[in-house]
Structures are given as C-alpha cells and as structure tokens.
C-alpha cells in the first residue's frame, strides 16, 4: 500500500476535512480526493462519508486511522529528525496568549534550554485563541495554550491550568466605593465608574459581572488597551476598575497598589489547555516540553 495515500488519509481522517487536509499537505483539493478514491479503491471499502461539512469517517476508516497513524507518525519523526541524537537540538516552536505565555509558560520551558542536555530551543508567537490555533492546524506551531478547545480529530487539548479573575482598582477609587452597598446590591455599587479592559466589548468584565453579580457591566471602557500587563498599569495609575488574573495582578495586591473591592466565596476561573495536532506526542521535543509544562502547571494553582 502507498505511503503517501495513507498520510493523505491520516490528515484527511485528523482534519475532517478534504480542503484543511489538501491545505496542511500542500496539494490541491482534487489531487487529496482522487487520492482517496484510489485508496478506497485498493482496499475495495467507502473511507468517508462525504457531507455538506467535511467528511466522517466510516468504520473501517477509523480502524485505519487508528492502526496507521502511530506508524506514520513514527515515520515523520525519523525523517524530521534523523537518527542521531540531534533530535534533543529541535527547535520547539510555541503560541499562546501573550501574557500568560510570558509569565507562565516561558519561564518554565527556559530551563529546557539550558546546557543540562536538554538542548531545546524555543520560537514563539502570540496570538488569540482562534489565530494558535489555526497556526497550530496549519502546521506553523508545534505546541499551543489556549482557552478555547479544539473541535475535530486534527487537534488534542489536555487541560493544562484554571486561571482565577479578580476584581482589583487604585486604593483612591476603591475609598469611593461602598462596600456594604456592594455586599447588599452587587454591580449597583459599582456604577459609574470608570473601567479598564483589553476590548471594547469588556470581555473580562463581563465574564466577572455574569459570574459574580449575575449582571452585565452598566458602564463602558475608559481606557481599552490590548494587553492584560497595560491594563494592570492603567489600573495600578489610577484609570479605574479591572478585571485581571490573580498570577498577574497578585504582587501588586501585595505592595497595596491595587486593591480588591470585592472577594466572591467563588471566584470566575477561566481554563488554559495545552493543544497539539494528534499523534505529534510522539516527537520527543514536543513530548517533553508538553510533559514540563503540565509539571510546571501544578504549582500554579
């Protein structure tokens, strides 16, 4: 059987898709079905069932894949690698949120590449959740961090770290506030006054408002700056209310730079998960640094 209808195959069955398959191998869409049909015409069985939205495996494709797919991906590595121990040298290449990235990830993945043999060497891109992982799918990254989960067989998500939000402004508008009326009535106390987010939508913000006071904000952006370490600033100089990270915002709580009007018995968390294209996990300098960041993430809860 020819390798390259199977890797065609693999990618389609990862993909669910001929046009994100016929994308990731670099062949046109007729060139990934014609490639298809000749295999489904070897093994004399339908692969697919061909839909408005993509392709579904059949049965006897999923025991394909599931067959094939370690091989293959053992292949790839070998040929990307070669055999010597110049494979511990591979550049990682790595994407998610800017913040979280910096301030979490990078400097648990540096002491990969030190001179302990670990030999990693690291490129990283920022991104939304959206844009890691399209480069993710697309081949451009070997490993993501994102809040939002990946659909299909293309991707794997494992749960890597729940961040807790909080509440935080300068010590001169939190005197303004009223705590008891904020006990008592929630966002009503809060009205008014000015905020501090990374979009005009207040995604922050909201999230907390819903979660905490079952409301929406009533008041809109004064300051909108697309990076969580700006707004914390903002907060810190005293452009208004926040919503941010505990990781993030925690050492200026402790120096009484920020203050935290309000601590809800249950804080809103937001979940990171750490997301490769399936069957990667068997590159060692993905496994590995997938394997640290996963140790590292313990102890930041």
């Not at 929406?216 to 700006?230: E, F, H, K, Y």
């Not at 907060?235 to 915002?249: E, S």
Request: hydrophobic share 45%; aromatic share 4%; net charge negative.
């Amino acid at each position: 059987m020819d390798l390259a209808l199977l890797r065609t195959f693999v990618t389609v069955h990862r993909a669910g898709s001929f046009t994100r398959a016929a994308s990731l191998l670099g062949l046109s869409q007729s060139a990934v079905t014609s490639q298809i049909r000749t295999l489904e015409r070897q093994l004399g069985r339908p692969l697919f069932l061909r839909q408005a939205r993509g392709v579904t495996p059949t049965t006897i494709g999923d025991e394909l894949a599931h067959k094939a797919a370690p091989h293959l991906d053992a292949l790839v590595e070998i040929t990307e690698t070669g055999l010597d121990d110049e494979s511990s040298l591979r550049s990682l290449h790595l994407a998610g949120p800017p913040e979280f990235t910096a301030e979490r990830a990078l400097p648990a993945l540096t002491e990969l590449t030190g001179d302990d043999g670990q030999g990693l060497t690291l490129r990283v891109s920022f991104g939304t959740a959206e844009e890691v992982l399209e480069g993710l799918s697309a081949g451009h990254h070997d490993l993501a961090i994102s809040t939002a989960r990946p659909r299909g067989a293309l991707l794997t998500a494992t749960p890597l770290c729940d961040e807790e939000h909080v509440l935080i402004a300068a010590p001169q508008w939190v005197e303004r506030i009223d705590t008891g009326k904020l006990r008592r009535k929630g966002a009503a106390a809060l009205e008014n006054l000015p905020v501090v987010e990374v979009h005009e939508s207040l995604p922050l913000v909201s999230r907390y408002w819903a979660s905490v006071f079952d409301s929406r904000p009533a008041a809109s952006g004064t300051v909108i700056v697309p990076d969580l370490r700006a707004v914390l600033a903002c907060a810190v100089a005293g452009a208004g209310l926040a919503v941010l990270p505990r990781y993030l915002c925690e050492p200026a709580l402790e120096r009484g730079d920020v203050v935290a009007p309000h601590e809800p018995a249950v804080p809103p968390l937001r979940t990171y998960v750490l997301v490769v294209r399936t069957g990667t996990l068997a590159m060692p300098h993905v496994a590995r640094a997938h394997e640290w960041l996963l140790g590292a993430a313990a102890g930041w809860c």
